[in-house]
């Protein structure tokens, strides 16, 4: 490649990463077919330990995605979270001011005040019905794989939302769903040994919903990285 396709290659990378959000808010339009097609095909050359690739994925449209989003809520309500991988044992430190940080910002820009617990608990409840998205995808991994598969399968993770913002698709990947495993175990019906690593809802963005301007910081280079020189 030359000095010229590196530095287009790289705007190209940087411009994806800085334009993709976190989507809470989507049109209701369906993303074609062949469209959803592309976005895999380009996922599908995320790299894995020894060329596993663990991933599968399981995709809802039309009314399958109502048969899921109203069956997932009704689940969420009546039933306890059971993951198939341990969710956070305690957020501490600069994880925890991040967290606090991203949900006050979140609260926000839907006119949540602080301490309002209620309102709080409903806009949680959202992730459960997808942020109205007109799809979303099941990550699955194969349960012998144990922790690395999971790592592997969060490296397809972030592939599907670069390739569906490249293709103007907006995307959220959601931990929340994977708090109901045995909801989504019996709807996809899959296959034994598979376990939930999380959700990918997508769609067309809702660009004038207030909750999709927020945008929230990333640390520097300089408090992530430790070098070894001499």
């Known amino acids: 490649m030359t000095d010229t396709g590196i530095v287009a290659a790289d705007a190209s990378l940087a411009q994806l990463l800085e334009a993709r959000i976190s989507c809470r808010a989507f049109l209701p339009d369906r993303v074609p077919r062949d469209v959803i097609e592309r976005i895999l095909e380009l996922a599908q050359q995320t790299p894995s330990w020894c060329n596993t690739q663990p991933w599968q994925v399981a995709i809802t449209e039309g009314e399958g995605t109502e048969r899921f989003r109203s069956g997932l809520s009704e689940y969420v309500i009546a039933n306890p979270q059971e993951p198939d991988f341990d969710f956070p044992r305690e ?7 991040r967290r606090r940080e991203c949900a006050m910002q ?10 309002d617990r ?10 459960f019905t997808l942020f109205d998205a007109p799809h979303v995808a099941i990550i699955t991994t194969d349960e012998a794989l144990g922790t690395y598969g999971a790592i592997d399968c969060g490296l397809y993770v972030q592939t599907f939302l670069l390739a569906a913002q490249s293709l103007g698709v907006a995307t959220i990947p959601q931990a ?14 899959l296959e034994e040994g598979r376990r939930v690593v999380c959700s990918i809802s997508f ?6 919903n207030p909750v999709n301007g927020f945008r929230t910081a990333r640390e520097s280079v300089e408090n992530v990285v430790q070098w070894a020189s001499d």
């Open 91 to 97: 957020y501490r430190g600069e994880y925890k001011l």
């Open 106 to 115: 979140l609260y926000s820009s839907v006119g949540i005040a602080a301490g």
């Open 118 to 127: 209620a309102a709080s608990a409903a806009q949680t409840m959202k992730n």
């Open 176 to 189: 929340a769903l994977a708090g109901s495993s045995p909801f989504i175990r019996d709807f996809f019906s």
């Open 203 to 208: 769609g067309y963005p809702e660009v004038e």
